[in-house]
């Protein structure tokens, strides 16, 4: 993921001399029509490592190296670009900012809802009523539009319901909110040493799955190894409050701080 918002940046670095609505619909074409390639990738049956790196995926061998290709640069250099365009609504007077967030959240949201039932476009992943958590089993690498409304729409809606949001519980939300990127990189080590601990105590035996080829080529789940919803609710409430400290401490260090780049972290 990392990798992606770096290229997608770069991208970004090009386009930002276009006018910031040209970008905005340049980054919408790309997310809206990018799952009509899907046919054409399938058709090829051994992709460049550009074209991997693009849109396909996998891996390739380059420079005596085995590269994986998990996050594309399409549609998230899309993403990117609508949102480096969005940037002008953040902007307006709150009240029109409001109506704009909430339009484009619900039109995202309902948008989802047609094309998954219907299965018309969006997602080269089948939906069938057999399971309604399949419902919402989009396709993420690449990353589908169904995956980008089912996600970018509710978080649309969210903005204006959460704009003044106030108390406790705010207050600590806004603490992650400082320093996103310094959560991202400490939460996926802090994750996996507390999957690690716990399968040590459940099931001693199946530790060495945690560290196999993970999540490019898995070996299938050991028997007793999965977890509940109880368990798996509970370690997250644990992993988001642990690491509430440390973001705390960087975002004082990062509010004081005066070097540009500390704004990213």
Not at 49 to 63: C, N
Not at 80 to 98: E, I, L, N, Q, T
Not at 113 to 139: C, E, H, K, M, Q
Not at 166 to 175: C, P, Q
């Amino acid at each position: 993921m990392i990798w992606v918002i770096g290229w997608s940046m770069v991208v970004l670095g090009v386009l930002v001399f276009l006018p910031a609505t040209v970008v905005a619909a340049i980054g919408v074409i790309i997310i809206v029509g990018h799952n009509a390639l899907e046919p054409l990738v399938a058709s090829i049956d051994s992709p460049s490592w550009l074209l991997r790196v693009l849109y396909a995926g996998g891996s390739f061998d380059a420079a005596g190296l085995h590269v994986v290709v998990l996050y594309t640069l399409i549609p998230w250099a899309g993403v990117m670009a609508a949102g480096y365009g969005f940037g002008a609504v953040m902007r307006m007077p709150a009240d029109k900012r409001r109506r704009i967030c909430l339009a484009i959240g619900i039109a995202a949201v309902a948008l989802f809802i047609v094309l998954r039932a219907s299965g018309i476009y969006g997602d080269p992943r089948p939906w069938t009523g057999g399971n309604p958590l399949g419902f919402v089993a989009t396709t993420k690498y690449p990353a589908s539009l169904l995956f980008l409304l089912m996600t970018l729409g509710p978080m649309l809606i969210a903005i204006p319901l959460l704009e003044n949001a106030r108390g406790r519980l705010a207050g600590w939300l806004t603490v992650f909110g400082r320093v996103p990127f310094f959560y991202y990189v400490l939460h996926i080590p802090t994750i996996h040493l507390v999957a690690l601990l716990i399968a040590f105590i459940r099931t001693p035996g199946n530790v060495g799955w945690l560290i196999a080829n993970h999540p490019m080529m898995p070996p299938p789940v050991p028997p007793g190894y999965m977890w509940s919803l109880g368990l798996l609710y509970l370690v997250t409430a644990i992993v988001v409050i642990a690491l509430y400290f440390p973001c705390r401490w960087f975002a004082r260090v990062k509010a004081g701080e005066r070097r540009p780049w500390m704004r990213f972290v």
